[in-house]
């Protein structure tokens, strides 16, 4: 009921910085705890960052002091903020609702086309 949009990403330099949207359609959006997630190539996606329903946040400690997600429930987007980027950070970035990502683990099969992330010279 519920579909995910990302956008935002691009080749940036080493500490460089890009902000990340994910659009969502739907209604229930505001209720919805929204993650961030990441894949780098030949690796496991993996956990960035999620909000809750009530603003409250979680980010990887590989990213932490350095990304900042928040959301806008009028405009049904959440943001994911990336500062001083580091070559480590290349991947392709994807969002979901996550309590719907932790239901179905891996047999979760809903990811959108996510947006590609390169951080390089």
């Known amino acids: 009921q519920v579909q995910f949009v990302e956008s935002g990403g691009g080749l940036v330099p080493p500490g460089g910085s890009l902000r990340l949207s994910c659009v969502a359609s739907?209604?229930?959006?505001?209720?919805?705890?929204i993650g961030w997630y990441r894949q780098a190539p030949e690796k496991q996606r993996e956990l960035v960052a999620y909000i809750t329903s009530l603003d409250h946040t979680y980010v990887a400690d590989s990213v932490k002091g350095r990304f900042t997600i928040s959301r806008d429930n009028a405009k049904n987007t959440v943001y994911l903020q990336m500062n001083s980027l580091k070559p480590e950070d290349t991947a392709v970035y994807y969002c979901?609702?996550?309590?719907?990502?932790?239901?179905?683990?891996?047999?979760?099969?809903?990811w959108g086309q996510g947006t590609q992330v390169i951080v390089s010279s």
């Open positions: 979901n609702d996550h309590r719907a990502v932790i239901t179905a683990g891996r047999d979760f099969r809903s």
């Open positions: 739907g209604n229930m959006f505001s209720t919805f705890t």
